[in-house]
């Protein structure tokens, strides 16, 4: 007795499918917090480099003392 349907796809063939489209999703999801997590990091090291500039600024050029 033959179970497949007429096009050739099976439960397993559509269940096959219904994980492929599962799993695509998720990388896309992924790669998008991925890119999220990248531009955070890099707002996060642009910050601290701005934290440190009025000490670098002192050392370059010191205040005046009379």
């Not at 007795?1 to 994980?19: I, K, S, V």
Request: hydrophobic share 40%; glycine share 4%; net charge negative.
């Amino acid at each position: 007795m033959d179970t497949m349907e007429p096009h050739g796809h099976g439960m397993a063939a559509d269940n096959a499918e219904q994980r492929i489209n599962r799993t695509e999703l998720a990388i896309e999801r992924t790669e998008e917090m991925v890119a999220e997590n990248i531009a955070l990091a890099s707002r996060i090291r642009t910050a601290r480099r701005l934290v440190g500039v009025p000490d670098r600024l002192v050392k370059i050029d010191p205040p005046r003392t009379n």
